[in-house]
């Protein structure tokens, strides 16, 4: 157990629906991240969030949407996905997402996702 | 890119240390090197991160090279739940941020 938990941990959805990724961390942190990863591929970064503010977004289909109500939970919202998109999203965080200093990121289950 | 190269794949006998290499010759100086494991279809579990001197904790030691342009990670008595996929990165610092650099990583069988 990391302190970062995952729901659903599977989910399956046709490209039509809306679904979204929950994400929560028992550790006090104050950044959170998404990352997704495809099948033999790398992990990629996709959403940042520090004390509750987006700082990044790599390039991520709109089709994705986050949200960060507090700085204990993160979601990902989904809708119109494609069958590409079917991977393992995995949700982290850290004290803070910040370049001094060795900041730790901590990484929940990941939620297997399959659009069909 | 990934600013790490890992051997695809390694085997280790049980009991045995496994010793994991891990080269990153372009690494800046205050970047740090983190591991971290991945089992099957489970999220990256956090093993043990350096800058520049030896580290070691209750999962792994880190052997990071003078010139910090390669390091290695020992698993001093490796049993099959050490089986997994093994990430060495590059914290690469930008903006005032940072980013992970996730490569390929080393897939640790450790055998019976």
């Known amino acids: 157990e990391t302190g970062v938990t995952q729901t659903p941990r599977h989910l399956v959805m046709g490209m039509t629906n809306k679904k979204s990724l929950k994400c929560e961390q028992h550790?006090?942190?104050?950044?959170m991240y998404w990352y997704k990863q495809s099948a033999k591929k790398p992990l990629e970064l996709m959403f940042v969030?520090?004390?509750?503010?987006?700082?990044e977004n790599n390039s991520v289909p709109s089709r994705f949407s986050p949200e960060c109500p507090n700085s204990s939970h993160l979601f990902l919202h989904l809708h119109t996905l494609q069958p590409e998109d079917s991977a393992l999203y995995l949700c982290?965080?850290?004290?803070?997402?910040?370049?001094?200093?060795?900041?730790?990121?901590?990484f929940g289950p990941g939620t297997r996702l399959t659009v069909l | 890119d990934a600013k790490t190269t890992q051997p695809t794949s390694m085997d280790c006998a049980e009991g045995r240390a496994a010793n994991l290499p891990c080269n990153h010759s372009?690494?800046?100086?205050?970047?740090?090197v983190y591991w971290y494991r991945q089992i099957h279809s489970q999220g990256p579990q956090y093993i043990i991160h350096?800058?520049?001197n030896n580290e070691t904790n209750e999962m792994a030691s880190l052997i990071i090279t003078e010139d910090r342009k390669s390091s290695t990670l020992i698993l001093p008595h490796a049993t099959l739940r050490d089986t997994a996929v093994y990430y060495c990165?590059?914290?690469?610092?930008?903006?005032?941020?940072?980013?992970?650099?996730f490569g390929t990583g080393t897939r640790l069988k450790v055998l019976a």
């Open positions: 982290a965080s850290s004290l803070a997402h910040l370049a001094g200093g060795s900041d730790t990121q901590y």
């Open positions: 550790l006090g942190h104050n950044a």
């Open positions: 969030y520090n004390f509750k503010e987006q700082t």
């Open positions: 372009t690494i800046s100086g205050n970047e740090y």
């Open positions: 350096g800058l520049k």
């Open positions: 990165i590059v914290r690469v610092s930008a903006s005032g941020t940072y980013k992970y650099i």
